[in-house]
């Protein structure tokens, strides 16, 4: 018992000494500062109203820029494509000589994919950006190499109907055929994208 009546006394000495300094510290600023009159109401400055938060416009036109520019996997490809060996698609309005100078080889190629042993999400993606940076560079004839399937399991080309599927929802992408031998075969589209307007 002495033992907790000595710190309740030591506790209680600390207290008072603290306000004692507390009192001290308080004379010494009020010597300091001397008297203090305070203002009068009138003399305040207006306080600032809270300014409404911006709108993000940058944030939103990004968001629909990429909404616009995905992709899906669920769009039914099958009613848009010729009815072909090659498996060939052209939008309404290009005439069927395009898509058979495409698979003659009458476009040069300008740049190329290769989609090989990626995952169906990241080749998506890499299609969607090798799309946009093609346009942008003036492109008009690409190569997707999607592959034949060799290394999956079962030895089904699993990218190569997604690509098909992808491409068709592309609008810079006006047609596509399936590549001769010498540039890819079975395992790759050749792509005749939209001319940039200038």
Do not use: Y
């Amino acid at each position: 018992m002495r033992e907790a009546e000595r710190e309740a006394a030591a506790a209680a000495a600390r207290a008072r000494a603290e306000a004692a300094r507390q009192h001290r510290e308080h004379d010494l600023f009020a010597r300091s500062v001397g008297a203090v009159v305070p203002l009068r109401p009138t003399a305040r400055a207006p306080t600032a109203t809270a300014r409404a938060q911006p709108e993000p416009r940058q944030r939103q036109r990004d968001e629909a820029a990429v909404l616009a520019e995905s992709i899906s996997d669920e769009f039914d490809v099958e009613s848009l494509l010729e009815t072909d060996e090659a498996l060939s698609f052209r939008r309404r309005g290009v005439g069927p000589e395009v898509v058979r100078k495409l698979r003659r080889g009458v476009w040069a190629i300008q740049a190329q994919l290769d989609l090989h042993g990626l995952r169906r999400d990241e080749a998506r993606e890499r299609l969607a950006a090798f799309l946009r940076d093609a346009v942008r560079a003036g492109a008009r004839c690409v190569r997707v190499v999607h592959g034949k399937g060799n290394g999956s399991p079962g030895r089904e080309p699993v990218l190569k109907g997604k690509v098909r599927n992808w491409l068709v929802q592309k609008d810079e992408v006006i047609a596509f055929t399936q590549a001769r031998a010498q540039d890819g075969g079975h395992g790759a589209l050749i792509v005749l994208l939209r001319p940039t307007s200038v």
